[in-house]
T-cell receptor, first 116, second 112 residues
């Protein structure tokens, strides 16, 4: 079973539209960590946010906001007033304890196209 | 200095060659990682080093051999690779595990 599901393979929006990227995770651990990373066309992954399983507070950073809901095992990411520079692949990732330590598993990614 | 550097940027090698990928960070991070990423796929974890000790090996074939000479350096030695090993190899580091990871630009490897 997939540990991290990003059901949206590709999303295309027009600049200034709001867009939400979905992430659903699966774990039996009570302690785990969730992340979002951005991979622009240049290829380098950029860290956006980390949340631990004990902190369900939502977070806003500029045009970015994240909604963490343990009840639905979801950690969704919203970009408000999207811009062309937001075009990238966005990965949701889960770190959970495994043999040897915490292991990070990435979702399949959502490719976001923002058109001018 | 908040970056992870990787050399070379591109590498083409034959199946009988031996080559090494290098990764360096000067952020004082104590965990370093190797990932493999195929086109249009997510990164797949290969190895994790924590405090210079190999803590996770994701059943990677022995033709990939990691080495962590010190806390700032991470190498990946390659030998007798197969064409299906062609991919982007990403190095990352973090303060510890499971903190947020900082990624290098990657080495694009082509095996002929």
């Amino acid at each position: 079973a997939q540990k991290v599901t990003q059901a949206q393979t590709e999303i295309s929006v027009v600049e200034k539209e709001d867009v939400t990227l979905d992430c659903v995770y699966e774990t039996r651990d009570t302690t785990y960590y969730l992340f979002w990373y951005k991979q622009p066309p240049s290829g380098e992954l950029v860290f956006l946010i980390r949340r631990n399983s004990f902190d369900e507070q939502n977070e806003i950073s500029g045009r970015y906001s994240w909604n963490f809901q343990k009840s639905t095992s979801s950690f969704n990411f919203t970009i408000t007033a999207s811009q062309v520079v937001d075009s990238a692949v966005y990965f949701c990732a889960l770190s959970e304890l495994d043999t040897g330590g915490f292991k990070t598993i990435f979702g399949a990614g959502t490719r976001l196209f923002v058109k001018a | 200095d908040t970056e992870v550097t990787q050399t070379p940027k591109h590498l083409v090698m034959g199946m009988t060659n031996k080559k090494s990928l290098k990764c360096e960070q000067h952020m004082g991070h104590r965990a370093m990682y190797w990932y493999k990423q195929k086109a249009k796929k997510p990164p797949e974890l290969m190895f994790v080093y924590s405090y210079e000790k190999l803590s996770i090996n994701e059943s990677v074939p022995s033709r990939f051999s990691p080495e962590c000479p010190n806390s700032s350096l991470l190498n990946l030695h390659l030998h007798a690779l197969q064409p299906e090993d062609s991919a982007l190899y990403l190095c990352a580091s973090s303060q510890g595990v499971p903190n947020e990871q900082f990624f290098g630009p990657g080495t694009r490897l082509t095996v002929l």
